[in-house]
C-alpha cells in the first residue's frame, strides 16, 4: 500500500494554478455577454449574481428577465439576432393567449414558457427561488452558477410624468420611452442576499475578483447594490484584497443597449464612462473603459480608480471572450 | 306614441316555438361531438354539464380534459385527425419541458397550454372555477353553456394490478392496458353542483330534456351520478315530466373510443347496449341505440326504457347533427 501511495504522488504532474473564481454582478444583455466570455475562460468558477429587480408575474407565471438572459445566453440558446429569449422560438401559445383576452405587450416565446411553467410550479411548491434557478441552468448544461441576489421579493419601479411604474411596464410596455425621474427598489430594504451568494463572496481570495458587469448602472447593478448584505459582502471582500473591476456600459456617451443613457442624464448624473465611475467611485477598484473613451482616463483616475482601456464591445463570441481575458488580466 | 306601439304590435310575426332547453351531462369526445350537433340546432339554449373527475394538475398548471375537449369543439377548433386537443397546434414548449427534466407523457401542445396558463392565474387569484370556464368559452365565442358538474375536486381513480392510478396515469399514461377492477371518485361525496348547474335543471320544462352523451358509463357519466346533488336535480326534473335521453356509447358491443368496452367487462357488466341500458334504467326514460343494435331493443325496452333506433356514429358534421336531431324529436 505505500508503495502504490508513493507512485501516485509520483505521478502526479505539477498542478497548474487553478483560474481565478470569479463573482459577476450582472444585469441582462451586457451582463450575460460578459458572462458567457468569462464562462468560457472560467467555466465553473463563475458566479453570476444576477439583479431581482425587473422580476414579475404573467398569466400567473414567474418570469425573471435577468436570471434567464443569462442562463439562456450562458447555455448557448439566446437568440442573437432577436437580441433576447430563445432561438428557434415559435409564438403559438402567445397567439393563444391573445385570443383568451390577455394582454400582450410582453412577449413570451413557447420555448421560453416552458422556463416559466417549471419555475412556477416549483415556487408554489414552496422551493426557494435559487434551488428552482440552479435546477433550471443545470437542466439547461450551464457550466456557471448563477445566483438571484436574493430570494426575497424586490421591485425596481420608476418615477415618471405617468407616475410610478413597474419596470418591465416602462422597459416593454412603454418602450422606454417615459423620462424616468426617480427610482426605487420596493423590498431592498428587508432583503438580505442568498446564503449562497453570500457563500460566493467569501470564498473570493486576493486572486480573484468581484467584477461589475456593462450593464445599466441604475437600474440593473443599482437593486444589487441596494442590498445592504450585498454591498458590505462587497465591501469585507475588499478588505480581504479582493479586486472589484466594474465595467462601463456607456461607450462613446452612449449605452449599447437600453435607456441607460437618458436615465443617467434624467436623474442628474452624466451620461459617460466618467459618469459612471463617478457612481462607482467608492465601492470599485478597477474601471474598463472602451478605447473612444480614453481621453476620460485621467479624470477617472483622479477619482482613486485603475483604468483598463480595451474594445468593451462584444460583438461575437471572440469578442467576449477577448474582453473577459482583458478583465481577468486586470486582476 | 299609442299609434307606434299598436303598430309594433301588429307588425310583430307570430312568434315561433322556441327551441327546447337541453341539459346534457357529458365526459370527452362522445359528449362533445353530440354537443356540437346540439348546439348546432340550439345555440344557447344548450347547456353541458362536464366531468371533472379526469381534471388534473401537470407542471403546476390545472388541466380540464373533458371540459377543454367540449369547449374546443363547440369553439371549432378541435383537432379531428388527431382526435384531442386543438388545431394547427405545435409542441415546442413541450419539448423545452422535457428539456428541464419534466415528464413528458401528457402531451400539452402550445395552444393548449395557453388555455391552461389563464385558468391556472384565475384560480390561483381565487376565481371560481365555473367563472373560469366561462371566461374561457366566451374568449373563444362558444355559444352554449359549459359547467364543470361541481366546483370542488373529485378525482376519478381506478384500481388496477398496479394498485390505486389516477384517471389519467391509467388513461394516457398506461394507455389503458391495465384491467380496471374497481372505480372511485374521490371527493364527491362531499362536492356539490355548482349553483349553474342546479339552475340548468330548475329552468328544465316537460318541453324540455337532459340528455345524457354516449360517454363511458363507468367513468365519465359515474362521477356526474356520483353527485347527490346532482342525481337528486335529475330526479326532481323528471318528476316534473323532464325527460331524460341517454345514447349509447357502446355499439355493437364495442366502445367507438377508449376503454368502457373492456372496463364494463372487468367491473361485471355487459359490453353491449343492453349492459349500458341496464347501469342507466332506474334514472332514463328514453335510451338511443345504434341500427346494428336494434336486435336489443326488446330487452332495453323490457327494462321500461322507451327505445330510439338510429345511426349513432358521429363521423363528421352532418352525423352530430343528425343525431342530436333525432335526440331532440324524442323529447
Known amino acids: 500500500m505505500p508503495d502504490v501511495a508513493s507512485a501516485t504522488a509520483e505521478a502526479e504532474p505539477p498542478r497548474a494554478t487553478p483560474p481565478p473564481r470569479v463573482a459577476e454582478l450582472a444585469g441582462g444583455v451586457g451582463g450575460a455577454k460578459l458572462a458567457q466570455g468569462l464562462q468560457a475562460l472560467l467555466g465553473d468558477r463563475l458566479t453570476v449574481v444576477v439583479n431581482t429587480g425587473d422580476d414579475l408575474e404573467r398569466h400567473g407565471l414567474a418570469i425573471w428577465p435577468d436570471h434567464d438572459t443569462v442562463m439562456y445566453t450562458l447555455a448557448g440558446l439566446d437568440d442573437r439576432e432577436r437580441g433576447w429569449g430563445i432561438r428557434d422560438e415559435t409564438w403559438t401559445a402567445m397567439d393563444q393567449l391573445g385570443r383568451l383576452g390577455e394582454e400582450t405587450w410582453f412577449r413570451l416565446g413557447d420555448r421560453d414558457l416552458a422556463t ?92 480573484d475578483a468581484i467584477v461589475v458587469a456593462p450593464s445599466n448602472p441604475i437600474v440593473s447593478v443599482g437593486p444589487l447594490l441596494a442590498l445592504d448584505g450585498l454591498r458590505s459582502a462587497t465591501a469585507a471582500a475588499r478588505a480581504r484584497g479582493v479586486p472589484v473591476i466594474a465595467v462601463s456600459g456607456i461607450v462613446g456617451g452612449r449605452a449599447l443597449k437600453g435607456p441607460a443613457d437618458r436615465m443617467l442624464v434624467s436623474l442628474g448624473h452624466e451620461s459617460s464612462a466618467l459618469g459612471v465611475a463617478l457612481l462607482y467611485a467608492d465601492w470599485v477598484d478597477a474601471f474598463v473603459i472602451d478605447t473612444v473613451d480614453a481621453d476620460l482616463a485621467p479624470a477617472i483616475e483622479a477619482l482613486g480608480l485603475r483604468v483598463v482601456v480595451t474594445d468593451t464591445i462584444m460583438t461575437d463570441d471572440a469578442a467576449r471572450s477577448r474582453l473577459a481575458g482583458d478583465v481577468l488580466r486586470a486582476i
Do not use: C, K, N
Not at 138 to 151: F, H, S
Not at 179 to 191: D, I, L, Q
Open 116 to 207: 416559466h411553467i417549471v419555475r412556477s410550479a416549483r415556487l408554489a411548491a414552496g422551493e426557494r427561488p435559487t434551488d428552482v434557478a440552479r435546477h433550471l441552468q443545470r437542466a439547461l448544461g450551464v457550466a456557471a452558477t448563477i445566483l438571484p441576489m436574493t430570494d426575497a421579493p424586490v421591485r425596481t419601479e420608476v418615477r415618471t410624468d405617468d407616475g410610478w411604474l413597474d419596470f418591465q411596464t416602462y422597459f416593454v410596455g412603454r418602450q422606454q420611452q417615459p423620462t424616468v425621474h426617480e427610482v426605487r427598489f420596493v423590498g431592498a430594504a428587508e432583503a438580505a442576499p442568498t446564503p449562497e451568494v453570500l457563500a460566493s463572496f467569501d470564498a473570493l481570495r486576493p486572486t
